[in-house]
């Protein structure tokens, strides 16, 4: 079944981004880019992070800043979920995008595009929109507007934004979940990152065209699919998933030993599909951190095991794939769709085991 039309985020954007980062580009022109020793991924653009938060909160209300601008804490960090606020348990900390007017929204915006892709169709900041575009089309398919839309997803910032302390820039809602931990001028963690969308088909709103989540599927259909006969008889599993593993609630929950097809064993171009489907998830990030991760998890590949369960369509319901290496965990699962007869739709989870949350 497809599904597509006019969906409006109900938001009229009137400044650019570029309109907001020119509030801070003189003195951002002067400030030296941090240095990284640790061996985390270092994102060159920490500096502008920081700056553009401040430039977000200062544009807020004294009540809005109170509910965005929470304490670093354990329980604050854990508070996200795949479900719609309404259903999610724990609810979700910080401010809504639907009580941002015009100015706020831009101003949002340009944070994320900052610690985000902004330039890929359906990675980063574009497959953020395209899912809060996909809750609108589930509010107007069912008439819940209590508890889908593209208002009902929450920014917050757990510990103040700076480029010395600890801090978390938190975003999510209805199948979306961001987390990117900074401490000391480094970012330490990006994960947990999940991402779901219903439904997966071909979306408009506001002149654009939005598919979340094709590429992901995309991409492991084109792994499985690379498989001889003999590679899908070791990389099956004999269970059935209806949903991911490490999902919300589930943090560290990782399988003591790994299973599948050790992805030593493939050749060089079955590698290079993997490569590209860890890179749709780690790819959705800043381009520096993107490729600081990927270079672990590249070096990582000989040891991470690649596994599977399903038609390996990755179309049909309990279809599920995973990754799981040294630090590397993902997952993709895919099941039946709640709001629309006959479909199915993804949810999906990438985590580090070694920095989630910042490895805190």
Not at 160 to 179: I, K, M, R
Not at 202 to 212: D, E, F, L, R
Not at 269 to 296: F, P, S
Not at 348 to 355: A, E, F, I, L, N
């Amino acid at each position: 079944m497809k599904y597509s039309g006019l969906f409006y985020l109900g938001i009229i954007l009137p400044l650019s981004v570029a309109g907001i980062r020119e509030l801070t580009a003189d003195k951002l022109a002067h400030d030296p880019l941090p240095r990284f020793s640790s061996g985390h991924p270092a994102a060159s653009n920490i500096s502008s992070i920081v700056k553009l938060a401040d430039a977000f909160k200062a544009t807020l209300s004294d009540d809005q800043r109170a509910l965005l601008q929470l304490e670093y804490s354990k329980s604050n960090a854990v508070r996200w979920s795949n479900f719609p606020q309404m259903a999610a348990r724990p609810n979700r900390v910080g401010l809504t995008l639907g009580s941002l007017n015009t100015v706020q929204m831009t101003a949002f915006k340009a944070l994320m595009a900052e610690a985000m892709d902004a330039q890929t169709v359906n990675e980063g900041l574009s497959e953020l929109e395209g899912v809060r575009v996909a809750d609108d089309t589930i509010a107007r398919h069912t008439g819940q507007s209590r508890s889908f839309g593209s208002g009902i997803y929450f920014i917050a910032f757990l510990g103040t934004p700076s480029t010395s302390g600890l801090w978390e820039l938190q975003y999510g809602g209805h199948h979306f979940a961001f987390a990117d931990t900074y401490n000391n001028g480094e970012l330490v963690g990006a994960t947990p990152s999940f991402r779901g969308v219903e439904p997966i088909v071909p979306m408009t709103a506001n002149g654009k065209v939005y598919q979340p989540m094709k590429q992901e599927q995309d991409a492991f259909i084109a792994v499985l699919n690379s498989l001889s006969e003999g590679q899908k008889t070791a990389a099956k599993l004999s269970g059935t998933f209806n949903d991911i593993l490490l999902g919300p609630g589930a943090d560290g929950r990782f399988p003591n030993t790994p299973q599948g097809l050790k992805i030593s064993e493939l050749n060089a171009g079955q590698q290079q599909l993997i490569l590209k489907a860890i890179e749709t998830y780690v790819g959705d990030l800043d381009k520096d951190t993107k490729a600081a991760y990927m270079n672990r998890y590249k070096t990582d590949l000989p040891g991470t095991y690649l596994a599977f369960s399903g038609s390996g369509s990755m179309e049909q319901i309990s279809d599920y794939i995973r990754l799981d290496g040294p630090r590397l965990w993902l997952e993709y699962n895919t099941q039946v769709s709640r709001d629309f007869r006959g479909a199915t739709h993804p949810h999906s989870v990438w985590r580090d085991k070694k920095t989630d949350y910042g490895g805190n």
